[in-house]
């Protein structure tokens, strides 16, 4: 498979000499010149739609970028991932988040019956991903608890006023050594809880420490793509099963549409592509999630867990220092939220940000301040010169809309699976493996030395 320097394609060279024109053209002249770009410039997925009217991109553009994905073997390289070859080079190892939504297996049986509280003991990918999910779709009658600080005041207040007899801890740990995780869980035994179910691939260092019950989790899964393992238990308690059933066939919907829409149409294909737009060739070096949903208002969380650490990359598949930008720095927040937070940076500072807004179709309200926003951020005031300068709004920054009919588990597990296929398909594009995350190793090795009394 292709792992020769992007920027060594001819495709790479002709979108540098095509940037040079789009530096110099404005989204409110495009619109205006255009009357058919915003009914042009959309895709659809299962229950979904992309609007990437608001994008700094032609025809021309995305040709040349479908052209970058050719020559870099995209097609071979997603071949691979549904194949279950090992795209992880520096561990061995396949990446087996998709091949888990496909074969789902049995329901997991725990028995929750006599237990009044679960608290849910992980960090990382391990934490993010089934917080999100409990958080956006949990029965609240059902008193689920994350854990993922090693901070006491987390775990204090997780297990304050429960019953040790009556709460159910889950350590989530594929190595069960993550140092954060098992230093919460002996806390937590020393309080004296001892109902403990362990979601690892090291069963035998669970059962060592105690647990009880030992579910399997993948070793092929990494972290931040385990959401739809079993480390996401106490989610899946928290939803239940139906919820997280239908979940799984969000995923596997947007699986299908990877896998069968050409890259013209294909909605994470075409959020990848316009992405490395951005940021290659345009120069833009931060990216905002701005969900307008209360549902999701921990997805910017997960999501910079997803891209930072899959594709926050300095070196390529063959050791190279990459010499160009790979993923930006994400930010993000509860869209109306963020309009009276950061969002002045977003329309006036003088560094330019790409947006993703999400419609969850919940009410007018919410949808007409995305669109507010999105039109703002993309025409500005540019047809105003009678407005004082501080008043200017200078426009002509990218974004583009998810649209969703409306918001479903379902559709909670299609949002994940179009992330997470838009991050494989960059990490293609700039030839960076984006299933290992070495850069989060030396941190934990310095942590234990520290610890250790070591220089």
């Avoid at 540098?16 to 989204?27: D, F, I, K, S």
């Avoid at 300095?314 to 930010?331: H, I, K, N, Q, S």
Wanted: with cysteine; aromatic share 8%; glycine share 10%.
């Amino acid at each position: 498979m292709n792992t020769t320097a992007p920027t060594a394609c001819p495709a790479w060279q002709k979108l540098e000499a095509h940037a040079q024109g789009w530096r110099a053209a404005h989204l409110a002249e495009l619109a205006s010149g255009d009357a058919a770009r915003a009914k042009n410039m959309v895709a659809e997925a299962p229950g979904l739609r992309l609007d990437y009217s608001r994008q700094r991109a032609g025809a021309l553009t995305l040709k040349l970028l479908a052209q970058l994905a050719a020559e870099r073997g995209f097609e071979e390289w997603r071949a691979a991932l549904f194949a279950g070859g090992k795209i992880n080079a520096t561990e061995g190892r396949a990446a087996g988040h998709v091949a888990l939504r496909a074969n789902p297996g049995k329901e997991i049986q725990v028995e929750t019956k006599k237990y009044a509280r679960i608290v849910h003991l992980g960090t990382g990918g391990s934490d993010l991903g089934p917080r999100l999910l409990a958080d956006a779709f949990g029965d609240r009658a059902i008193d689920v608890r994350f854990v993922a600080n090693v901070d006491p005041v987390e775990l204090e207040r997780a297990l304050s006023g429960a019953d040790p007899a009556a709460t159910l801890i889950v350590v989530v740990s594929k190595t069960f050594a993550t140092q954060e995780t098992l230093a919460n869980a002996q806390a937590a035994r020393q309080r004296g809880f001892g109902n403990f179910c362990a979601v690892t691939s090291n069963a035998e260092a669970a059962r060592k420490f105690g647990a009880s019950e030992v579910i399997s989790m993948p070793d092929s899964v990494g972290g931040r793509y385990s959401i739809w393992s079993a480390a996401s238990l106490a989610a899946q308690l928290a939803v239940g099963a139906a919820a997280f059933a239908e979940f799984l066939a969000g995923g596997r919907d947007i699986d299908e549409h990877f896998l069968g829409t050409p890259p013209e149409s294909n909605v994470p294909v075409l959020m990848a592509l316009l992405g490395a737009w951005n940021v290659n060739f345009l120069g833009l070096q931060a990216h905002a999630v701005l969900p307008y949903s209360h549902r999701l208002r921990l997805l910017p969380a997960y999501l910079q867990q997803l891209e930072m650490e899959s594709n926050g990359k300095g070196v390529d598949r063959e050791g190279r220092p990459v010499g160009y930008a790979t993923c930006p720095v994400l930010f993000g927040a509860e869209g109306t939220n963020a309009q009276h937070a950061f969002m002045q940076q977003l329309h006036q500072g003088p560094q330019p940000v790409a947006a993703d807004f999400i419609d969850a179709s919940v009410n007018g309200m919410l949808s007409a301040n995305l669109l507010a926003q999105a039109d703002a951020l993309a025409y500005g005031t540019t047809g105003d010169a009678a407005l004082p300068a501080h008043k200017r709004h200078p426009g002509n920054r990218p974004s583009s809309i998810l649209k969703f009919r409306a918001f479903t588990p379902r559709d909670l597990g299609r949002l994940i699976a179009l992330y997470e296929h838009k991050v494989f398909t960059q990490g293609v594009l700039w030839n960076v493996n984006s299933f290992d995350q070495w850069g989060v190793e030396l941190g934990k090795e310095l942590a234990a030395k520290i610890l250790k009394g070591e220089s």
